[in-house]
């Protein structure tokens, strides 16, 4: 499967409202506000920058008020000044941290991959602050793709080995790599450019800590405590190599510790399914905010 090919590869390696940006005091994020009505919250992935929600923010903007969030150290934006820790955890923290003083009743979130693994935690964590979930192409621990038996100790050595190498990578090789990885991640040949121009903008350092925290995560002990509804849309494609049926199972046993779960494949999609299937995606995003 994609996400698989993805993190093996990185081993190698307008609105009806104008839009306002707001700067966070804690910087791990910026966030563009776009839109009226109910709230909604969009969290890229790894090394994504927050226009791979462009379309799906032109969609949803006429009915809702769309909160498009910017990654501190992702796609050219500034890291986080003098920080060598996680990035994943400490980002939920402060989206959670801005629900709440803006105001914000009752969010739904969407998130990709690194995105949507910070959506669990909020929903988890926070409970009382998320109106729904989406995850798009999304784990509560990574590590399953390669083993179901796979935890968070016995991951430790492919993390590390990820971690160190795409802090060891020259800038030819991480273009190079980052080659490899978006092929591997977006099936639209002509949305490659711009993804791989994200990855290859972002703070190296981020990336590697991002990408080692989330192979060292495992948040299925957390799901039992989100009460929102949560929708789990995931991708499969022929290419993939793998039966369909596997990359359902993995799927519902991964969120097995969340019964509300309804879960949605769409086919024929890498890991960038807003980019590959974008009618598919919306006709799901819409469904999701209707809470069908």
Request: glycine share 6%.
């Given at each position: 499967?994609?996400?698989?090919?993805?993190?093996?590869?990185?081993?190698?390696?307008?609105?009806?409202?104008?839009?306002?940006?707001?700067?966070?005091?804690?910087?791990?994020?910026?966030?563009?506000?776009?839109?009226?009505?109910?709230?909604?919250?969009?969290?890229?992935?790894?090394?994504?920058?927050?226009?791979?929600?462009?379309?799906?923010?032109?969609?949803?903007?006429?009915?809702?008020?769309?909160?498009?969030?910017?990654?501190?150290?992702?796609?050219?934006?500034?890291?986080?000044?003098?920080?060598?820790?996680?990035?994943?955890?400490?980002?939920?923290?402060?989206?959670?941290?801005?629900?709440?003083?803006?105001?914000?009743?009752?969010?739904?979130?969407?998130?990709?991959?690194?995105?949507?693994?910070?959506?669990?935690?909020?929903?988890?964590?926070?409970?009382?602050?998320?109106?729904?979930?989406?995850t798009?192409?999304?784990?509560?621990?990574?590590?399953?793709?390669?083993?179901?038996?796979?935890?968070?100790?016995?991951?430790?050595?492919?993390?590390?080995?990820?971690?160190?190498g795409?802090?060891?990578?020259?800038?030819?090789?991480?273009?190079?790599?980052?080659?490899?990885?978006?092929?591997?991640?977006?099936?639209?040949?002509?949305?490659?450019?711009?993804?791989?121009?994200?990855?290859?903008?972002?703070?190296?350092?981020?990336?590697?800590?991002?990408?080692?925290?989330?192979?060292?995560?495992?948040?299925?002990?957390?799901l039992?405590?989100?009460?929102?509804?949560?929708?789990?849309?995931?991708?499969?494609d022929?290419?993939?190599?793998?039966?369909?049926e596997?990359?359902?199972?993995?799927?519902?046993?991964?969120?097995?510790?969340?019964?509300?779960?309804?879960?949605?494949?769409?086919?024929?999609s890498?890991?960038?399914?807003?980019?590959?299937?974008?009618?598919?995606?919306?006709?799901?995003?819409?469904?999701?905010?209707?809470?069908?």
């Amino acid at each position: 499967m994609r996400l698989l090919h993805t993190f093996a590869s990185l081993l190698l390696l307008v609105a009806f409202a104008s839009p306002a940006t707001a700067q966070p005091a804690d910087r791990r994020f910026t966030v563009t506000v776009e839109g009226s009505g109910p709230d909604v919250i969009l969290i890229p992935g790894l090394g994504s920058s927050a226009d791979v929600w462009n379309e799906t923010a032109a969609r949803i903007r006429t009915g809702h008020r769309v909160h498009r969030i910017q990654i501190a150290g992702f796609a050219g934006a500034p890291a986080v000044a003098d920080d060598e820790g996680p990035v994943v955890a400490p980002l939920a923290e402060a989206i959670a941290a801005y629900i709440q003083d803006q105001g914000l009743e009752a969010p739904a979130i969407v998130g990709h991959s690194l995105g949507g693994e910070a959506a669990l935690m909020i929903a988890a964590r926070h409970p009382d602050r998320v109106g729904r979930v989406m995850t798009v192409d999304a784990l509560p621990f990574y590590l399953l793709l390669f083993s179901p038996s796979a935890t968070v100790e016995t991951s430790r050595p492919l993390a590390e080995s990820m971690r160190d190498g795409l802090l060891a990578q020259t800038p030819e090789q991480a273009e190079a790599s980052t080659a490899v990885t978006v092929a591997n991640m977006v099936g639209t040949e002509a949305a490659r450019p711009a993804v791989a121009a994200w990855t290859n903008a972002s703070d190296r350092s981020v990336l590697a800590r991002a990408a080692y925290e989330l192979l060292t995560t495992d948040l299925r002990p957390e799901l039992g405590r989100i009460s929102a509804p949560l929708t789990v849309i995931y991708a499969w494609d022929p290419r993939y190599g793998r039966p369909v049926e596997g990359i359902d199972t993995v799927f519902r046993s991964a969120y097995a510790g969340a019964p509300q779960a309804r879960f949605e494949r769409i086919d024929n999609s890498f890991h960038f399914i807003m980019l590959d299937q974008p009618e598919a995606f919306a006709d799901a995003v819409a469904r999701f905010l209707a809470g069908r």
